[in-house]
């Protein structure tokens, strides 16, 4: 079980992390995204902020199980509401989310499958 937990973690960590980075640096693609789901962009640097919240959260999870948890249950929370936007902006490409959303749902499983 320990394994799979690694793995999960250290991957959503990783993919969470880049996507922050994306946010962090003014990457076009989050910009984009902003613009397709009619969110300001001003709002990139805030929301890439609270995704590298939820990457060192999961890392942080390995030395104190309990904020690992609450990292992945956030991060839960941010793409249930990024698929709140997409619905309400209608844009329906949802295969990126689909993929954040995923890793983040095992991450929360993992870590309260493992404590």
């Given at each position: 079980m320990f394994t799979a937990y690694l793995t999960v973690t250290l991957?959503?960590?990783a993919v969470t992390g880049l996507a922050a980075v994306a946010n962090l640096i003014g990457h076009e693609y989050p910009k984009k995204q902003a613009d397709k789901i009619r969110v300001p962009r001003s709002w990139t640097l805030p929301l890439g902020a609270l995704l590298a919240a939820g990457?060192?959260?999961l890392l942080a999870g390995f030395a104190v199980p309990v904020l690992?948890?609450?990292a992945a249950a956030g991060l839960v929370l941010?793409?249930?509401a990024a698929f709140g936007a997409h619905l309400r902006?209608?844009?329906?490409d949802l295969g990126?989310?689909?993929l954040f959303f995923s890793l983040a749902v095992a991450a929360l499983s993992v870590n309260l499958a493992y404590h």
């Open positions: 991957l959503a960590s990457s060192l959260g690992g948890t609450l941010y793409f249930l902006a209608h844009a329906y990126p989310w689909a």
